[in-house]
């Protein structure tokens, strides 16, 4: 069934409700006390094994990576796992993400070229959701973890929210365009309200607030489809 997917006017309705701060704080509860293990796994996405964007680190999966996506409830297979540690694939995602620069957001100007369909990004994305097992979920997670300024997690609950846009990438980054970038804007305000860590970007930051608002809508079987 097609959808007509939600608007900026929508969307930023569901960032500056009060609930947003509370689900941004159940989720990666900012006062957790070190060694505690969090409620939400996910929590540790971006931090373990230090980010995937570090500058060592940045233009190869690693094991820190592959250990990085479980935290999300998705696992690279085995097989494909092995291509990217030892095998040819491994190489052929570094030759691309050498060319995907670490410090460019999705709401910068520059994500447009970033996103073309002969891109680096749309190419890495093809070899990586080409082998079976797969899937567009799990490539979304992986390509994330490397360059989360500019690449969102997305899965079926976060899509379904949307109202299942086409060409999820390019859409996102013009609702982060419209209207002078009031989007980003407003998610640094609320991830500086609920009191989380400056490390959290703001496309995780709206990520989680759409996941945790629709996650409970979406397991029910007469789910609207949108926020």
């Known amino acids: 069934m097609t959808r007509q997917p939600i608007g900026l006017t929508d969307l930023l309705a569901v960032v500056d409700d009060p609930q947003a701060i509370a689900d941004l704080r159940s989720y990666f509860q900012p006062d957790l006390p070190e060694g505690v293990a969090p409620h939400y796994s996910g929590s540790r996405f971006e931090f373990i094994g230090g980010g995937g964007d570090r500058s060592e680190m940045a233009n190869q999966i690693t094991l820190d990576d592959l250990v990085a996506v479980t935290l999300l ?58 082998p079976y097992g797969m899937g567009w979920v799990i490539t979304n997670k992986l390509l994330a973890r490397k360059r989360p300024r500019l690449i969102p997690v997305y899965d ?41 860590s400056p490390h959290i970007t703001p496309l995780r930051v709206l990520d989680v607030i759409v996941w945790m608002r629709h996650g409970p809508h979406h397991m029910l079987s007469r789910c609207a489809g949108r926020l």
Do not use: K
Request: include cysteine; proline fraction near 5%.
């Open 156 to 196: 079926r609950v976060v899509r379904c929210a949307y109202g299942r846009p086409a060409g999820l990438w390019n859409w996102l980054a013009g609702m982060y365009a419209e209207d002078a970038g009031v989007l980003s804007d407003r998610l640094l305000a609320v991830r500086d309200a609920a009191g989380l």
């Open 73 to 130: 409830e998705v696992h690279v297979p085995g097989d494909v796992a092995l291509q990217l540690l030892e095998g040819s694939l491994g190489p052929d995602i570094a030759r691309h993400l050498e060319q995907i620069p670490t410090d460019v957001s999705i709401s910068d100007p520059a994500a447009v070229q970033l996103f073309d369909t002969s891109s680096h990004a749309r190419v890495a994305w093809d070899l990586l959701e080409e």
